[in-house]
């Protein structure tokens, strides 16, 4: 069993799936695009591909990744090699 693993993975899916994905869907994006409409669905859709996953959700999970598996001994650190490994992702 690697726990490691499994803490990033309740983590990230409790706090950031279940808590501010739930806020942006239901609060937030509600407010711009309301209803169930296949325009407003639409809309909500590309701004999560667009907007919120490339700007809050990969972000969060490879901070949250290094954090909870990585040997960083400073925040300044840990965010960098993140973004590093984000970037490195994005890119090759």
């Known amino acids: 069993l690697d726990s490691r693993g499994?803490?990033?993975f309740l983590t990230f899916g409790?706090?950031?799936q279940g808590g501010f994905q739930y806020v942006l869907w239901n609060v937030?994006?509600?407010?711009?695009?309301p209803g169930s409409s296949v325009r407003a669905?639409?809309?909500?859709l590309a701004a999560t591909n667009l907007i919120s996953d490339?700007?809050?959700f990969f972000p969060t999970f490879y901070i949250l990744?290094?954090?909870?598996?990585?040997?960083c001994t400073s925040i300044q650190e840990l965010v960098t090699t993140?973004?590093?490994?984000?970037r490195k992702n994005c890119y090759t």
């Not at 937030?28 to 695009?33: A, G, K, L, N, S």
């Not at 669905?41 to 909500?44: I, V």
């Not at 993140?82 to 984000?86: I, S, T």
């Open 6 to 8: 499994l803490a990033v």
């Open 14 to 16: 409790g706090l950031y």
């Open 28 to 33: 937030v994006f509600e407010r711009i695009w």
């Open 41 to 44: 669905n639409l809309m909500k």
């Open 54 to 56: 490339p700007v809050f």
């Open 65 to 71: 990744k290094e954090a909870l598996t990585g040997n």
């Open 82 to 86: 993140a973004f590093g490994r984000y």
